[in-house]
């Protein structure tokens, strides 16, 4: 009989680590949080030089697969992968097999064969991102699951309330408008509470979940609320996702009257934000939208080094220290 010999540990090929994933912001703790800030002001402060492009993912495949329309999140993970010097590869539903009737599943596994490092992924159902992460072996970034999530929309409007006032804990946010059909708001809820916020949602009572206080937030149908808070936070209307026939409210031009942000609604100094796309003069007033006070252009600019720090950490893990010592790389 051949002899049978057990090979040594050390002779082994090493492990891959385990794959990680943003799904959600549940799944994130408050160090985690913090050290995805801390490296995006690394970042922040890296992309000041002249040449703005760094080494520390040169070599790995980002796949931005996009079964939604999306201008500032699909357009930020592509320029966050390429400041990183990743590859990147793009896929839209429109014009893709998905019109022929392929599923999630065979699509996913198709892309999962050019072996992508990362997969951002967006679309219109609920849990989408997760099955994603069973049927390939890449890190998954949920970019937006129907009405559920959108963590990285979360964690920038944290950087972003983190650069303007210098802290979160003890802010007072109010959160105003649709928020039944709100990925966005469900996110910031859970990661306003980790970090020790005050969150208030105001909005037309049947755009008000039932038993979302659970998250850690208070509700009101009064307008007049937005007055207390440090931030006002402003959510349009997702028509896209009402169930047809529904009337949540009377008229788009009650719920202006009613609900709109608009500038006698506002303290001076007050600050506004608004994760787009907005719809001016309906739940935002044009004058409030352009006014100083106003972060939505500081969201923007906020989204590609928070996206590039979610990119770094899923693909490194490594401590703020490291990352400083890897943007000084030559590339």
């Not at 890296?46 to 939604?68: D, I």
């Not at 907005?278 to 100083?292: H, Q, S, T, Y």
Request: glycine letters at 8%; proline letters at 5%.
């Amino acid at each position: 009989m051949a002899e049978i010999r057990l090979m040594r540990d050390d002779l082994l090929p090493p492990k891959a680590p385990p794959r990680r994933h943003l799904i959600s912001i549940a799944g994130l703790t408050r160090d985690d949080v913090e050290r995805l800030l801390a490296t995006a002001r690394s970042f922040e402060r890296a992309l000041e030089r002249e040449v703005k492009k760094l080494p520390t993912l040169r070599g790995r495949l980002v796949l931005n697969l996009f079964f939604e329309s999306s201008t500032r999140t699909s357009s930020s993970f592509e320029l966050a992968a390429k400041r990183l010097s990743a590859d990147t590869m793009s896929f839209k539903a429109s014009g893709s097999s998905v019109e022929k009737g392929e599923s999630l599943k065979d699509t996913a596994i198709t892309l999962g064969a050019y072996d992508p490092d990362v997969i951002v992924i967006r679309h219109a159902h609920i849990g989408a991102p997760a099955l994603v992460a069973g049927w390939t072996s890449a890190h998954v970034v949920n970019a937006g699951d129907g009405k559920h999530q959108h963590p990285t929309q979360a964690l920038l409007d944290l950087y972003t309330l983190s650069a303007e006032f210098g802290k979160i804990d003890g802010l007072h946010v109010a959160i105003v408008g649709d928020v039944l059909h709100s990925r966005v708001a469900r996110s910031n809820i859970q990661a306003l509470a980790l970090m020790g916020a005050r969150v208030t949602l105001v909005g037309p009572p049947a755009l008000i979940p039932r038993g979302i206080e659970a998250l850690g937030c208070e509700t009101t149908t009064e307008i007049g609320a937005i007055e207390a808070a440090d931030v006002v936070y402003v959510l349009r209307m997702q028509r896209e996702r009402m169930l047809e026939g529904a009337n949540y409210v009377p008229s788009l031009r009650e719920y202006t009257a009613r609900w709109g942000v608009t500038p006698d609604r506002l303290r001076p100094g007050q600050k506004v934000m608004h994760p787009g796309p907005m719809n001016r003069g309906v739940e935002i007033d044009p004058l409030v939208a352009d006014a100083a006070d106003a972060l939505i252009e500081t969201q923007v600019r906020a989204g590609l080094v928070t996206r590039m720090a979610v990119l770094y950490d899923l693909l490194t893990h490594g401590p703020v220290a490291v990352q400083a010592a890897a943007m000084h790389e030559v590339a």
